[in-house]
């Protein structure tokens, strides 16, 4: 089993000497997201997950001083972030540096290159409510293993266990970066054919996942900032962000 937050650590190694040669231009921390843009215009966002600030009439003290500091400085809440408030911070860095893959080609539906087929065993690690009845419509068993209570009855330890260990693919939330659960959900992974990362908090760098069960990445690069940091301002999220965003499928490694 990886160590928990490796996955975080391998994203901060490999773009650091990126970071170095940027600034931040912009950071806008919302409801629902994160949003940062770079002084070369790109921009990244990361979910900001319920309760996952600071406590306090201060919840982020450093306020005021992002603008303008090196990007090595929000990358760096990747590794040394304190609370899923700071990770996400870093994790829209990290996005930001990323940038849109080569390969652009644009398909909001994740599932529809899974091949999914009556009897296969869907897990779904977070819950992703519109593709729920998609992938039910395939003839596919769907198991939700979700934490917030206020979104669904959860499961018992042992219901997520046997979900995870029997399915035959593998759907999980990009949060699980965020709230330091990624290396132990992925650790609990039988033997998928398919383990698709997915959300638009999804690092769009497939070798950072070499080594884990993950074959696909689901996720978004950032079309228009203006828009997008404008909506982040204002406390939206997902579907007021969606049209300003380019969502792209891109494979880790073959699934077999």
């Known amino acids: 089993m990886l160590e928990k937050n490796t996955l975080l650590k391998r994203l901060h190694e490999r773009l650091a000497s990126t970071a170095a040669f940027r600034r931040i231009a912009d950071l806008r921390v919302g409801l629902s997201y994160v949003g940062i843009q770079l002084d070369d215009g790109a921009a990244g966002i990361a979910a900001l997950l319920p309760d996952g600030s600071p406590r306090g009439c201060t919840v982020l003290k450093e306020a005021g001083t992002y603008a303008g500091a090196p990007a090595e400085e929000a990358l760096g809440h990747l590794v040394y972030g304190r609370d899923p408030l700071r990770r ?135 079309a228009d900032a203006a828009r997008v940091l404008q909506i982040i301002s204002e406390g939206g999220g997902t579907p007021a962000l969606r049209p300003h965003l380019r969502f792209v499928n891109l494979p880790v490694r073959p699934p077999g």
């Open 88 to 222: 996400a911070i870093g994790l829209a860095a990290a996005n930001a540096l990323v940038g849109p893959p080569p390969d652009q080609t644009e398909d909001r539906e994740a599932t529809s290159t899974f091949g999914l087929q009556p009897g296969d065993k869907v897990a779904m690690v977070g819950l992703f409510a519109p593709l729920v009845e998609r992938i039910r419509a395939t003839g596919a068993s769907l198991t939700i293993i979700e934490k917030n209570p206020e979104r669904m009855d959860l499961l018992s330890e042992e219901e997520k266990r046997r979900a995870l260990a029997t399915c035959d693919v593998a759907i999980v939330t990009a949060t699980t970066l965020l709230n330091a659960t990624f290396e132990e959900t992925t650790a609990l992974l039988g033997a998928p054919r398919i383990t698709a990362l997915i959300g638009p908090s999804t690092p769009l760098a497939p070798a950072v996942f070499s080594g884990t069960p993950v074959t696909h990445l689901g996720g978004a690069f950032v």
